[in-house]
């Protein structure tokens, strides 16, 4: 199906099963553990092994030598796959730091070997008898000694003459923020069992995205994609670590290749920070001008960050601020550093979650400097129907002052002192903070095959994935709808390489694409089906498990058994809009003016993301990007050792995130603004909006308590409470 042209008035507009809140088909699985995860798929393939993973010692070097004898000798080993003793494995478009063989080391954990052995306790056991020497080389860990000469990324984002707009203008804010590098921290590790029968390779595993790493496995093995199949059914969070191909899906592949057997490997939590990717620390410069009525004038936004040295992109904090306000002179700028740190990439939204913890504050703080309360610094600024400098690209839906203006009555912001460290509760500060979000809303194009027994029921194929978003219930309510079942006569099968390769999970495109994919091949099914029994497909109204074509009623079985597919193509003509997400978000807090400690009291964030397919999950979906932005905000920090290279704390017991005692209220409100530009079903991706600006608002409202600005995140007590107002 080619959608090449906004949507008109279609089913879902008078929708009886889509965006209506519904349980997730697939809850009873998971909380009874009938869903099971990688690792715990003991039934898939008999006799299978353990794999235990070895990391490197240093962050760069070469290893000298490795003396796996003792490992080998060991109780209930198998194999050892030593990395020097075999060729490196290729790369892929995918992956940046190599992920086996040889015996260069690029980064602190690579994986140097592997231990295979008929128990997990053997394998960990026998893995601590291998000794390794080393011969360290020097590296570069520190991104702030490099900031001065990381290389700018790409061409900056110009407009006017951002210099003499901001050196004239009468209010101007010139700040610099740091955002720490933050590791996914899944309940699930990244865990694969693989297995060979002759040349073709099954990986029962957890990842996101099943096509772009069938892909990559075979560029990296040197195989035909035609022989690998990967089955990931339900992961335990992924939040972009498990988009790629990483060591355990390698590792179970050749250690089952060596040993023929099937193996299974889980990667340490330890490993975890250190050996797949993460969120690159950033440092921001932000500079605003406006003048006294509040209208920006100059918008300046750097940001420097850093990558492998082999291949990759920063972390992009810019990302956001092209589209978010008006303003006529800019300068837009990324600056990549090469570290010898372990590889960045996709985490819990790309660039606009810490590009959000400066503009916004940014905005805060311009907003003082003026007097103007905050919320209508951000409505003078607000662009026209175009984007700012792009009169030929339109917004194709934007209520972010609506979002603005719902949130502030229903959170209570006019109760707001906005003069800071005056409003008090016993011993603790009050404040509140606000902040504005967008992000992105790609689409990409996404396929299904659905299946119609005769009996009626409805089979939906798909290798989209369900990483807890509720993919299963989504794409069950579109099904339903399009094909006028009831929910319960609906069946999903995902994460199977074998089914039709969607637009998998990542990237806030997931929801919005794979439904309209499975849209897309109900429509041909619905047409096949009228091919059969004389009616036009298109025209027939489906509903109650009947089809009404002219005069004529029939049961949807009534053409028997048959299956159709198809794919969403998204047309060219998206190119014309600015198709995004945007949400206002609100936070209380309360430090204690004894201890500097900040409990958040409540939370709100208004959503503007199109059509909301589930309520439910959706609102799931956005407290949880919330509670990750109280993390980002207030704990969350992989801590490098600029000596030696690494991230020191690789572990839950010292990366701290945020815990259900630490957002005690949280509310969300979505606006159901159906937006015609994305797909048919006119809806958008939404989890990873409740992660832009949240942080912001925290940031902000600990100001408005306190009085006091902290630009380097995150807002540990440490960093303010020396500053503290006086008790008396």
Avoid at 239 to 259: H, I, N, P, Q
Avoid at 373 to 384: K, Q, S, T, Y
Avoid at 457 to 481: F, K, L, P, R
Avoid at 663 to 690: C, M, N, R, W, Y
Wanted: with cysteine; glycine share 10%; proline share 5%.
């Amino acid at each position: 199906m080619k959608f090449d042209a906004p949507a008109g008035k279609n089913l879902f507009d008078n929708a009886r099963i889509v965006g209506k809140s519904t349980r997730r088909i697939d809850g009873p699985l998971k909380v009874t553990g009938a869903a099971p995860y990688a690792y715990e798929r003991h039934d898939v393939i008999p006799n299978q092994a353990y794999g235990w993973i070895v990391g490197a010692g240093i962050a760069k070097g070469r290893i000298t030598a490795m003396d796996t004898s003792d490992a080998e000798a060991a109780p209930g080993v198998i194999a050892v796959l030593a990395a020097p003793k075999m060729q490196p494995v290729g790369s892929s478009p995918f992956n940046y730091a190599p992920l086996f063989g040889g015996s260069d080391v690029t980064h602190y954990h690579q994986a140097i070997a592997c231990v295979v052995a008929e128990t997990y306790e053997e394998a960990r056991a026998a893995a601590a008898l291998i000794r390794t020497r080393y011969d360290r080389g020097e590296g570069t860990f520190d991104l702030k000694a490099k900031k001065s000469t990381a290389p700018m990324s790409g061409e900056p984002k110009t407009r006017g003459d951002f210099d003499a707009a901001f050196a004239s203008a009468p209010v101007t804010v010139d700040e610099t923020y740091s955002t720490p590098g933050e590791s996914h921290m899944s309940m699930e590790p990244h865990a694969t069992i693989a297995s060979w029968q002759g040349d073709q390779l099954t990986l029962w595993t957890s990842n996101q995205m099943i096509a772009w790493s069938k892909d990559a496995l075979a560029a990296i093995l040197g195989l035909d994609a035609a022989n690998i199949r990967l089955d990931s059914p339900y992961l335990g969070g992924g939040f972009g670590g498990k988009l790629w191909v990483r060591a355990d899906a390698v590792l179970a592949a050749l250690a089952s290749k060596e040993t023929g057997r099937a193996v299974k490997i889980v990667m340490q939590r330890p490993l975890i920070a250190n050996n797949t990717t993460h969120r690159q620390a950033t440092i921001q410069r932000v500079r605003l001008g406006a003048e006294k009525s509040g209208k920006i004038t100059a918008l300046g936004h750097e940001n420097w960050s850093y990558n492998v040295p082999s291949a990759g992109d920063g972390e992009t904090a810019t990302a956001q601020t092209p589209v978010l306000y008006a303003g006529d002179n800019r300068y837009v700028a990324e600056y990549c550093a090469r570290l010898d740190l372990p590889e960045g990439n996709a985490m819990r939204a790309p660039g606009e979650a810490p590009g959000h913890l400066a503009l916004e504050v940014a905005m805060d703080e311009l907003a003082e400097k003026l007097g103007m309360d905050p919320i209508a610094l951000r409505e003078v600024n607000e662009p026209g129907k175009t984007v700012p400098g792009q009169p030929d690209k339109q917004f194709s839906e934007r209520n972010l002052v609506r979002c603005m203006k719902e949130g502030a009555e229903l959170f209570g912001w006019s109760k707001r002192n906005a003069k800071p460290g005056l409003v008090r509760d016993g011993r603790y500060l009050v404040g509140m903070g606000m902040a504005a979000g967008f992000r992105g809303s790609p689409t990409m194009k996404s396929a299904a095959r659905v299946k119609l027994a005769a009996n009626g029921h409805v089979t939906v194929e798909t290798d989209m994935t369900d990483i807890g978003t509720g993919s299963y219930t989504i794409i069950a309510q579109t099904a339903a709808e399009t094909m006028g079942v009831p929910l319960d006569h609906v069946t999903v099968e995902l994460g199977d390489s074998a089914y039709p390769a969607s637009a998998g999970s990542g990237g806030q495109w997931g929801a919005a694409s794979s439904t309209a994919g499975v849209y897309a091949a109900c429509v041909a099914l619905r047409r096949k089906i009228g091919e059969a029994l004389g009616f036009d497909g298109d025209a027939a109204t489906f509903a109650d498990g009947k089809i009404v074509a002219g005069d004529k009623t029939h049961a949807l079985g009534d053409a028997g058994a048959m299956s159709a597919e198809d794919a969403i193509e998204f047309g060219k003509f998206q190119r014309d809009y600015n198709i995004g997400t945007y949400a206002a978000h609100f936070c209380e807090v309360a430090v204690d003016a004894y201890t500097g400690e900040t409990h958040i009291r409540r939370m709100l964030s208004v959503c503007d993301a199109g059509r909301i397919l589930n309520p439910l999950s959706a609102r799931s979906q956005v407290i949880g990007a919330m509670t990750m932005s109280v993390g980002m905000a207030l704990s969350e920090e992989l801590a490098v050792d600029p000596r030696f290279g690494f991230f020191v704390n690789h572990d839950l017991a010292g990366y701290e995130v945020a815990v259900h005692a630490d957002v005690p209220h949280q509310d969300v409100v979505f606006l159901d603004t159906p937006d015609p530009a994305i797909s048919p079903i006119k809806a958008k991706g939404v989890g990873e909006l409740g992660i832009c600006g949240p942080g912001a608002a925290i940031a902000n409202a600990i100001y408005n308590a306190t009085g006091i600005r902290v630009r380097d995140y995150p807002l540990t007590l440490d960093k303010y409470l020396d500053r503290l107002p006086a008790l008396v």
